[in-house]
């Protein structure tokens, strides 16, 4: 029998040090996976974090980091502050997706204007669209104490049969022979995010996320509302004794993630994937809720680890190009890294105890 | 008689050792010579138990006789509660042995005490509310009869001891005293030597707390030998022997507790003089909360609902509300710091109807609280006291602007608690749960002070309190009412409320009586109409 005994005083450094062990961990654990695959394992861990950085074609690799990175913190700085309430949207893939389908849709209608407004109002529209998807699992939660991280959860494959349903119906491009895709944005240039300093990376979606990492460090650190967001997180009925009603905070966590993950998804349609196709989603909503973690769900934690989850990403493509390994097998990969990351944590703050009987 | 003669010999070296007056030391040397004490049922020895920081127990000696019912009195921290860990078995020495009836004692878990035949009663209860009594008193044997062997010595003992109780209740729906004597038969199916009794009357009406020392007199002539820990000293006086008395982790004193006041042991225990609070007489003024037939329904489906709650306090006011726990008190300290809402007329604040307000808004109109559990409600346990203080005092003390939080000013706002409320701890870094029981209370109350109040609300502002920050939290009550804030007191402690209230009701089953002059009322009176007419 194994029991799990909770230290008294777990320490400090090792919970600083957390993710990197789960970092090490996962390197370990995908070596003998690629090395199962009959690849050389030394040879694909290097590919998936050396060369997309410091390697031979890494001047183009670089730009594709940022790329990468950006929706993934964006996504993952909404999800921190519910984590950290305690209150868990899982579905941040769906509203992704939905805030590029209804971003696309308000641009669409407007086709072919050139004025100045269009992109302004596709972000909007985007926003709102990923703000209302989430919106659903808070209002049955608040009204019928539904489980959040179902009904979240169930509302990605909604969004996505609508955006399939989308883009062979209603959004298909009527000069596009009838394939299941969208008119191009990058094409049009008043509804296009372009890449602002070519071979860089970055578009506009990059330069806003930098800038929210910084309000949400601040509104974590140094507004009431980060308070009130650990309050909720660490003691709801201290919380609700000190004014915090935890319906609204259910309704603010979800829509804020929300809004975040919609606004990603209209940056992601109007600049790296350009249009809408069914293969539009490309799991970065998933993939946040490991970058929200392994960064500690501190907003600085998130900005690193979104970057680290990019270089898999992108490396991951590399190994795929070179080593024609699977793409589940990246996948397998970055998951992973979040089970050694619970894992570890488990470590830190508890010991294994063996025990003969009960 | 050779034997008794050393013994009381050591004893009076002992006692002339202690801070216990000299004269006292041969009163109780004459006690012995006639006392029923023949023999050491149990003996500490230097027992010693440090922690990481702290000394909890310093070389502790003392003995325990058969048949003698022993008390261990002691603030807060003073270490009782790990010398009682130690003797059941959860928490091992650093040093010092114990021996029981003569022979070593050292036992490694709680069931190798239970089998020499030391059996514990805790003051926190762990019963199983679905289940009903005979159900929960197998739970916790190691090899339990069959169901109707078992309610038929749960029905045997119940008799004997007086302890009525039906086997077959659930005992979700039992009172606190009938829970607790759920937890004394539970121990006497053992047939204890030694049975430790922690602050077991602190959920008692006074009837209960007679049939209660009805009990354990019986117990004691049977040869029982009880260690009882309060902290209510006249209790102790009535009831024990002896008494050992701990500070700082140390033996300060043993003493014959009838031989002493209650002050003299309340000192003895603080290790200074104290002082009883005192009000200045003041002329009630203005009506400022007003409820009106207040109804609620309890979310939880063991706690008690709210029904047609009316009364008036006014400025300069201290109004008590006594009652035994699970009455209503927690549903009642909801409904009025705006956790739960209620009709919107319900509840007025100086004419202003606020039923269906929240907790903020009913914080700037000058209502502010503070509930019954320190950590977890009252306080956040993991942030610091500063953060702390932002919990209730953010919007009305103007600790930031734009919800952005102004450091130094919440920072001054905490030093200014600690400061006025003796508050001690190392920092405003601090977490809340680092600090003692006590002191977390002086915080939690100073931090709605310090605010100023029109009316504070305040759920058992000293239980589990040591005797000095009790006086410290009750003086500084007063001295808010006599400034012309209503003061609205609900405890469980019969005294506490006597000493403070001008006015005061009862609570039970959720309905409060009305509200009489607390000047010329007996306890006897109080507890009748606390519902204590169930017991015979």
New interface residues.
Partial sequence: MIRLEPRTEPSRAMIALTPILAVLATMIAGGFLFSALGKNPIEAIRMIFWDPVLGEHAFYYRGQILVKAAPLIMIALGLSFGFRAGIWNIGAEGQFIMGGVIGAAAGLALYPSESIFVFPIMLIAGTLGGLLWALIPAYLKIKFNANEILVSLMLVYVAFNFLAGMVTGPLRDPDGFNFPESRSFQQWDAASNPELIAGSGIHWGVLVTMGLVIVAYILLT????G?HI??AG??P???????V?PNKMVAICLGLSGALAGMAGLYEVTGPAGKLTTTFPLGYGFTAIIVAFLGRLHPIGILLAGLLLAVTYVGGDVIQANLSLPKASIQVFQGMLLFFLLAVDVLVHFRIRFKRGL | MQNATTKSLILATKLFATECEPALAWVSLLNLNESPILSNLLRLNGLTKAYPGVIANNAVSFDIGVGEIHALLGENGAGKSTLVKMIYGLVKPDSGEMEFLGQSFAPSEPRAARQSGVAMVFQHFSLFEALNVAENIALGMENPPRAKVLSQQIREVSAKYGLTIDPDRLVGDLSAGERQRVEIIRCLLQDPKLLIMDEPTSVLTPQEVETLFVTLRKLQSEGTSILYISHKLDEIRTLCERATVLRGGKVVGTCTPSQETAKSLAEMMVGAKLQTPKKAATELGQPLLKLENLSLQSKDPFGTSLRDISFILRAGEVLGIGGVAGNGQDELMLAL???ELVDANAISLKGEFIGQL???PR?LRGLL?A?E?RL????????SLT?NS???A??RQRL?RR???NKQASENFTKAIIQQFDVRTPGITNTAKSLSGGNLQKFVVGREIVQNPTVFVVNQPTWGVDAAAAAAIRQALLELASNGAGVLVISQDLDELMEVSDNFAILAEGRLSKPQSAKGVTIEEIGLMMGGSEIA
Avoid at chain 1, 222 to 225: G, K, L, T
Avoid at chain 2, 376 to 383: I, R
């Fill in positions: 140094r507004h009431i509302f308070f650990r309050l660490q003691s009925r201290a919380a609700k004794f000190g004014g009603n | 710091s705006g956790e929240g907790p903020t914080r609280a509930p559990e977890g409600h009252a306080a956040a346990p993991d942030m953060e932002l919990l209730t953010f919007y930031g919800g952005f939080v």
